[in-house]
DNA sequence: CTGCATCCCTTTCGATACTG
DNA sequence: CAGTATCGAAAGGGATGCAG
């Protein structure tokens, strides 16, 4: 029974130590190096940020989310709902009618995160032309 | 030539459109969803955050970083680099001594990333117990 | 409608060995 | 020291089919 649902973002792979050694110095950024990966990559993860996004103005239905995002295989929407019902930042409410309707909504921890997640992707935007440029010039001095 | 320093971040896979079809009502969301995806998915990489943290205090050369890591492989190190200079976010100095030293440093752009990307990381560390106690909640009820 | 299982291809990443 | 080349293992992710 652990065969598909299973390889999303289970937990955290591998989480490196920053402060690794004896030498361990009092740096102010190490902090929670393990728990901010976590966070980040689920921030990193495509899916759950569109999700998330999506889920911004209210629940949704399932097939309701997968149509908005239009691209996303249902295996991957499950799969990203999942994890983000798993962090608890969405909820997941069955109506058992006929047929069957699923709604997922953010919970308050959801929208917690999207402020912060709103603030980089404003800066993103804010910053896109630059980081574009530095690719194309990058890209030129590098094959050209 | 292609074959080590290219699988990193080249560019976007397959950015899906989250205003797809006919119905594109006036969302404030999907702005520049696929920039916004663009620069998501480099802090979702948990190296690339960790390099630009460690240059918050500074340039650091390639093996003082590798040592500051610690778990990761030379090969990850010299992806994550090149992909944060090819975005105009870290500097690459070459000091053609003996033997050689190079120095990687955030530029303007890469501080500025660093801004909204800390006040993740913070709201991480804020939330982290939370969704850790989310997780168990999850998955003892998943398996339990 | 919602969502799990299987097959299978692609990308990612670590380990290792080799240059300037 | 600072990379680069290659290989093999593993994870990511799509397509399809089936079930409640």
Redesign the interface.
Known sequence: MDTLLKPAHT?LP?????D??PDQRP?P?????R????????????WS??VI??L??GPKRFNELK??????SQRMLTLTLRGL?????VTRTIFPTIPPRVDYELTD?GR??Q???K???E???E??S??E???T???ARNEG
Not at 29 to 33: E, G, L, P, Q, T
Not at 35 to 46: F, M, N, P, T, Y
Not at 85 to 89: H, K, Q, Y
């Open positions: 937990d591998a989480s490196p130590r920053l690794a050694g740096d950024n190490h902090a929670d190096c728990g901010v990966a976590s966070v980040l990559s689920r921030v990193g993860d495509k940020v569109f996004m999506m911004s103005d149509r908005m995002i239009n691209g996303i019902e798993r962090d608890g930042l921890l917690g995160l402020q912060p997640v603030a980089l992707g800066w993103a935007i910053h896109l630059q980081i440029a530095a690719r010039r990058f890209d």
